[in-house]
């Protein structure tokens, strides 16, 4: 089992920026990869950022550039550094871990973020 809690959540005006962090616990061992997605009103969720236990790292094409993923493995913890806010990322976004061993994923509970003037 693996449980995540996100928070960093909120209003920020169009250009300004964010960080959002993930702090998973239990059997953190077994994370082959966590990323950040995200979901907006009537629209599908779609994946944001992804990091593997490797580091190797993607993003979706909205936010290449603007979005930044990392990880803190001492404190085992995720952040997703958003930059030049947009009205179009305004969503909820999900902190999700995926063992690859059994193909579970794991979802926290979101934390919405909205960019508005």
């Known amino acids: 089992q693996v449980q995540l809690v996100e928070s960093g959540g909120g209003l920020v005006q169009p250009g300004g920026s964010l960080r959002l962090s993930c702090a998973a616990s239990?059997?953190?061992?077994?994370?082959?990869?966590m990323g950040w997605y995200r979901q907006a009103p009537g629209k599908q969720r779609e994946l944001v950022a992804g990091?593997?236990?490797?580091?190797?790292?993607s993003y979706a094409d909205s936010v290449k550039g603007r979005f930044t993923i990392s990880r803190d493995n001492a404190k085992n913890t995720v952040y997703l550094q958003m930059n030049s806010l947009k009205p179009e990322d305004t969503a909820v976004y999900h902190c999700?871990?995926?063992?690859?061993?059994?193909?579970?994923?794991?979802w926290g509970q979101g934390t919405q973020v909205t960019v508005s003037s």
């Open positions: 999700n871990a995926l063992i690859i061993a059994t193909m579970t994923y794991y």
């Open positions: 990091i593997t236990s490797g580091g190797s790292t």
């Open positions: 239990g059997s953190i061992f077994s994370i082959y990869r």
